[in-house]
């Protein structure tokens, strides 16, 4: 009995991928075990960017050591259909006042354009009742910037 192996994704399809999602999952370097948290991201076509609010874990090992994997997946209801993507990288916060509100704008219109719950605004450090604008003017939440990628991972179904 042969195995058959996933098909890759070519680069292209992977970018596109990448910019047409929002969350990921990241891995960080934990204690004993890698602790694996959901995050919100944008893609400008070089980077990802993703928001964390200032506590948890994550802020610790992020830390502690930035070297990370994020993965982004897209898949049917039934697995039908299914392809992911993941990067080994390393994060890196955003300090750049300028750049930070241009990234923010960002966020906050791509949370317009997916027409996604006010809700997510709980996991950005804000209360679901505050205005979206309050992302680029309150700093509740840091930058991160996926830099110095080493190897993608990227399969789709057959």
Known sequence: MEIVKIP???????????????ISRIAFIGDKYPYVAPFLYIFDGTHMYFLS????????????????????????ADLSSYMF??????LEEVKDAIEKKIIREKFVRMIREKGLSRNILAALGHAPTDPLETII??????IWKLVGVQDIIALKNL
């Not at 890759?8 to 047409?20: A, F, G, N, P």
């Not at 003017?137 to 840091?142: D, K, V």
């Open 137 to 142: 003017t309150e700093e509740r939440s840091c």
């Open 8 to 22: 890759r994704l070519e680069k292209e399809e992977y970018d596109h991928l990448i910019s047409d999602g929002y």
């Open 85 to 90: 993507v993941t990067m080994q990288g390393r």
């Open 53 to 76: 609010t200032k506590y948890g874990k994550k802020i610790a090992y992020f830390r502690r050591n930035p070297y990370v994997s994020v993965e982004v997946e897209k898949y049917s």
